[in-house]
């Protein structure tokens, strides 16, 4: 029976994994304690707004800039379209549905994912249902769509290509699990003609967007040991392309810079995270499941730098944006780190953790909380 265990519960059965013979030992497993730091940057809020409950499994449903629109999402069934700028309130709906999955788009509708497996399309304009369809199961990634497919994956591994304009199945790609995984899914993405994936399996499959045919398919890292956990190396973290090359970074595996056009890899380094990488000042950025967050040069691979200073912080999806990385930790901070040489620059404490991939665009940075709190900020110098 394939089983799926939260990516928090990962890291702690093996953090648990060996036995403390001191108090030193013990000290290096805690959470590393943030020191003071000369601050030279700091976020600004502009508004917020209140997008309602996002659940017990944090992370799944996802803000979505579009067209100068925030469309966000909860648990309980809402979805609201917020202008970007002003935070002001467009529409709001019900859906009857208990979402897991979202927020996508494309030029004329919202996608949603339900628990119950049900693909959802609103109208953009005033947040109308279009259609709905069930799915072989639950959706807790957000749909993608190009304008005449909508690419959503189930948590069984299914990923299906559906037609935008009613919901009809058009072809449907299906992985093998592992027996172990993480409760998370990779968000497909579209990219010209290629739907690209990152799978529970360590692989990333690029299919036809138009027929779901396999074009290519890169392995990023392979199981290593012998227990269902050692051997885990999902691809649970969203996939970059940047200038022709694919990026993506495993748990328990690598970080590997991949051709889009051939599927052939071009480098890789060692690499464990539960999250997708961040691309800015000709690095590539992870932050690694210890809390280590490392700048690697996008042309050669060389480390550029090394951050320690977040060590076992439970750190989320690094965002690159102005002259920092942004990235959040367990106790809600947003550290803000230097893209030049990996330095502690700013630090911001939010209403509760963040979980979702931070978003930025028209000059701000979006930060939906694991409160329901979505905010806009300004970075200040």
Same mark, same amino acid.
């Given at each position: ?36 730091i000369?601050?030279?940057a ?63 788009s ?7 994912g ?56 058009v ?12 409760r ?52 649970d ?11 993506a970074?495993?748990?328990q595996?690598?970080?590997?810079a ?6 052939r ?14 691309? /800015?000042? *000709?690095? #590539? !950025?992870?932050?690694?499941? &210890? @809390? =280590?967050?490392? $700048? %690697? ?8 730098w ?15 944006v ?12 947003v ?11 700013g ?11 931070m978003?930025? /665009?028209? *000059?701000? #940075? !979006?930060?939906?909380?694991? &409160? @329901? =709190?979505?905010? $806009? %900020?300004?970075?200040?110098?």
């Amino acid at each position: 029976m394939i089983k799926k265990i939260s990516l928090m519960a990962a890291a702690l059965v093996l953090a648990g994994c060996s036995s403390f013979s001191s108090d030193d030992e013990k000290a290096k497993t805690e959470p590393m304690e943030l020191e003071k730091i000369e601050t030279k940057a700091s976020l600004k809020r502009v508004w917020s707004y209140n997008a309602g409950d996002q659940g017990k499994h944090y992370g799944s449903l996802r803000a979505r800039l579009d067209a100068g629109v925030m469309y966000v999402a909860n648990t309980d069934g809402e979805v609201a379209a917020v202008d970007a700028q002003t935070g002001k309130q467009q529409w709001r709906v019900e859906t009857q549905s208990r979402l897991s999955g979202g927020v996508g788009s494309d030029d004329s509708q919202v996608y949603l994912g339900s628990f119950a497996g049900n693909l959802i399309a609103l109208d953009k304009e005033n947040g109308s249902e279009i259609w709905r369809v069930g799915l072989s199961s639950e959706i807790i990634s957000p749909p993608v769509s190009n304008g005449s497919i909508v690419v959503a994956t189930s948590i069984d591994g299914k990923t299906y290509g559906l037609n935008a304009s009613d919901g009809s199945e058009v072809w449907r790609f299906d992985t093998t699990l592992p027996l172990l995984t993480a409760r998370g899914d990779s968000a497909p993405i579209i990219e010209g003609p290629l739907v690209l994936l990152g799978q529970s399996t360590g692989q990333v499959s690029a299919l036809d967007v138009a027929t779901g045919t396999v074009r290519w398919q890169a392995t990023i890292a392979l199981p290593k040991g012998t227990s269902d956990l050692a051997r885990m190396v999902d691809i649970d973290g969203d996939l970059l392309v940047e200038q022709g090359v694919m990026y993506a970074a495993t748990y328990q595996g690598q970080l590997m810079a991949t051709d889009m056009a051939s599927g052939r890899g071009l480098w890789a380094q060692p690499a464990s995270t539960f999250h997708g990488v961040t691309a /800015g000042f *000709g690095n #590539v !950025y992870v932050a690694e499941a &210890d @809390g =280590r967050v490392v $700048a %690697y040069n996008t042309s050669n691979s060389t480390q550029a730098w090394q951050n320690e200073n977040l060590l076992r912080r439970g750190l989320g999806q690094p965002l690159a944006v102005g002259s920092y990385v942004l990235v959040s930790d367990f106790e809600g901070y947003v550290h803000m780190i230097s893209q030049v040489d990996g330095t502690l620059a700013g630090r911001q404490k939010m209403g509760s953790k963040v979980t979702t991939p931070m978003i930025s /665009g028209l *000059g701000f #940075v !979006y930060i939906l909380a694991n &409160d @329901g =709190r979505l905010t $806009a %900020y300004e970075i200040t110098q």
